[in-house]
């Protein structure tokens, strides 16, 4: 009898709180314009600093971190199911991040990046 009534008093806790799980939120990024070094993981950028990125992330909104960039991304091109970004990261910039925000989910992508001299 005793644990009948944990049971049910956690299950009226967990109504109360209506605590929904976390929907899942699909990201896939893909990079173009940087060179990578064997063994090391950041993206070494050319003198430019620019990047290509392709973003899908259905039914999400994307943002890729203001921060990160030299001037505004222009608008993104819709390209096999995902989005083309042209971007030029900042000077000072160690990354570039991109976000994908929908109801209930967001999720997150970063890409390390260093001068490549």
Same mark, same amino acid.
């Given at each position: 009898m005793h644990t009948r009534t944990i049971v049910v008093g956690a299950l009226v806790l967990v109504a109360m709180c209506g605590c929904a799980p976390r929907e899942e939120l699909a990201l896939r990024v893909e990079y173009a314009h940087c060179r990578l070094d064997a063994g090391d993981a950041r993206c070494a950028l050319w003198p430019d600093r620019r990047l290509s990125l392709w973003v899908e992330a259905p039914g999400a909104q994307v943002e890729i971190e203001p921060e990160d960039l030299a001037a505004p991304a222009a608008p993104p091109v819709e390209i096999?199911?995902? $989005? *083309? $970004?042209?971007?030029?990261?900042? &000077?000072? #910039?160690?990354?570039? *991040?991109?976000? #994908?925000r929908?109801?209930? #989910?967001? *999720?997150?992508? *970063?890409? &390390?990046?260093?001068?490549?001299?």
């Open positions: 096999q199911g995902g $989005y *083309r $970004y042209e971007i030029e990261l900042a &000077p000072d #910039a160690t990354s570039v *991040r991109v976000h #994908a929908a109801a209930g #989910a967001e *999720r997150s992508w *970063r890409l &390390p990046v260093s001068a490549g001299e």
